[in-house]
């Protein structure tokens, strides 16, 4: 019977131009006008796993569609496998930043560019086609499969949660995989320990009516952007650290052997600082930087708006300021007791003479996960077939926030093995994926169906 992996060598042109065809539809959760694109998106995925002969449909929620797949062949003996992914998109936005257009993929020094390259649509696609390859070549898998790809991940996941608790039976597995984080380098793949949590949220500060005049008003009446400028300034002490009280009350300090493990591993601290091109790293004393992105909670301004910011000089007393804050939280801290307490904080520190309001936009948990497990091993031994080392662990700064409802309501450990590169630019311009990954992430894949069929023998 045929090679998969030699056919996945062999149809390599026309993997790469149906991938293409994947990352041409515009599918941005964030907005209105692409919900038809969006659901373009869900269809495609369908339709795909239809061809690779599972049983597939559009399940329908409040929002954009969950896409779900299932294929039992192996039997009710069998263990299953839930695959997660997202074919949604960020904004591609600013445009002008693309040295080609977002949606028009184009391939230079063997990086495919394009939105959704990397984050999630070309990881997501490598799942598909390991699993309609192995189908093809061999006629069946070791394991059943269910597929769960969503629209929203990149919007806060808010109708998953619900279709994963009205679906529990029936998406019950033992393992979930997912493909939607990057290797430790172009040489070292990885399987991820842990993922921040986040809680993201709107602060808006309100003083008089309307804007008025800087000289005619001004120094009589608060001032709502000297107020937030205050505020945000009030979150973090000159050690780095978060300042509001209470924050750091629910952090569990890591085992030795993953603490060690990180400093073990060989990272080019200063090739970091020049690609982000700042002129020194910072963030919390004490801790090194990959300590700080994956083990350390952060608190950062994601935006911030307030009075007369175009062309020119406007004297002017704005109405209103507003700022963007995210936490990225580790175990065990929760979002909503995160809310809580930056509005306690807030509501201490901030003058009578403005009204403040919190609204919160995103919430996700951390997630860390046990490296261990038949799944976990296969995926293990299989990157290390395919890319010729073995993988590191490591963790992950950016969040998944479904990963531990996952393992909570289906009582599964998730596995991630991310096949994008560092400086993958994932929500930038010119996202891209490396596009011998495309042939590598779905030779691992194979490999780890195979490695389940050997121990399940
Ligand atoms: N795939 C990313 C998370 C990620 C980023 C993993 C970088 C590994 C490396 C995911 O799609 C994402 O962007 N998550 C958001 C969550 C939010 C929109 C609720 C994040 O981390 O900001
Ligand atoms: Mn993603
Ligand atoms: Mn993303």
Known sequence: MADPIRAV?????????????????????ARSEYAVETRAAAIWVRDHLKTAGLKASLVETDGHPVVLGEWRGAGPDAPTVLIYGHYDVQPAEPLELWTSPPFEPEI????????????????????LKALEILLRTKGTLPVNVVVVAEGEEEIGSAHLLPFLERNRERLACDAIVISDSQMFSPETPSLLFSLRGLSYLEILVRGARSDLHSGAYGGAVPNPATVLA?????????????AIEGFYDQV????????????????DEEGYREEVGAAELSGEEGYSTLERLWIRPTCEINGLLSGYTEEGAKTVLPARAMAKVSFRLVPDQDPEEVAH????????????????DVHELHRGLPWRGAPEGPFFEAARSALART???????????????????????????????????????????????????????????????????????
């Open 230 to 242: 205050r505020l945000l300034a009030s979150l973090h002490d000159d050690r780095g650290r978060v």
């Open 9 to 29: 060598q062999a149809e390599l042109d026309d993997l790469t131009e149906e991938l293409f065809e994947f990352l041409r539809i515009p599918s941005v959760s």
């Open 108 to 127: 230079r020094d063997q990086r495919i560019y394009a939105r959704g390259a990397a984050d999630d649509k070309g990881q997501l696609y490598l799942h």
């Open 252 to 267: 569990v300090e890591w085992d030795a052997a993953t603490r060690e493990g990180i400093r073990a591993l060989p990272f």
């Open 387 to 457: 890319f010729g080392s073995e993988p590191v662990l490591t963790g992950e700064g950016g969040s998944i926030p479904i990963v531990s409802d996952f393992e909570r309501v289906l009582k599964a450990p998730a596995i991630l093995l991310g096949f994008a590169l560092p400086g993958a630019n994932m929500h930038a311009p010119d996202e891209w994926f490396p596009l011998p990954h495309l042939e590598l992430g779905i030779a691992t894949l194979i490999r780890f169906y195979e490695e389940l069929a050997r121990t399940g023998d």
């Open 341 to 356: 307490l930056l509005r306690r904080h807030l509501q201490r520190l901030a003058p009578t003479s403005v009204v403040v």
